[in-house]
């Protein structure tokens, strides 16, 4: 079974520089997508990057561009998200996700969201003033 845990998020100024981390285990497909998604209270859920085995990294907010940037180990356990330069509107609660079809990053909004097969829990990053 696929399983996703993020972890790494917590309480930063802004300015500042976080890395979270997604554990993965049970994904062994050489062919993939990976993405970071964040959601606000009261927000819908939005993609934030993603990274493709086939056709690289997808800004999907760009927002972010420049800022943010999403790196995994060689055996793919665990992926990362780099956050440099945080500004208060980055609040949100972070989730990894994970697809085995390597074409998935080329998509946008809903199709990127409900192609994703397997999710991990939140983890908080707030970003104060």
């Known amino acids: 079974e696929v399983q996703l845990q993020a972890s790494g998020g917590g309480l930063v100024q802004a300015g500042g520089s976080l890395r979270l981390s997604c554990a993965v285990s049970?994904?062994?497909?050489?062919?993939?997508?990976i993405g970071w998604f964040r959601q606000a209270p009261g927000q819908e859920r939005k993609a934030v990057s993603c990274?493709?085995?086939?056709?690289?990294?997808?800004v999907k907010d760009d927002s972010v561009k420049g800022r943010f940037r999403i790196s995994s180990d060689k055996d793919k356990t665990t992926v990362y998200l780099q956050m440099d330069n945080l500004k208060v509107e980055d609040t949100a609660v972070y989730y990894c996700?994970?697809?085995?079809?390597?074409?998935?990053?080329?998509?946008?909004?809903?199709?990127?969201?409900?192609?994703?097969?397997?999710w991990g829990r939140g983890t908080l990053v707030t970003v104060s003033s």
């Open positions: 996700a994970a697809s085995s079809w390597d074409r998935l990053c080329m998509y946008n909004d809903a199709p990127l969201y409900s192609g994703m097969n397997y």
């Open positions: 049970g994904f062994s497909f050489n062919d993939y997508s």
């Open positions: 990274r493709s085995s086939s056709y690289g990294e997808f």
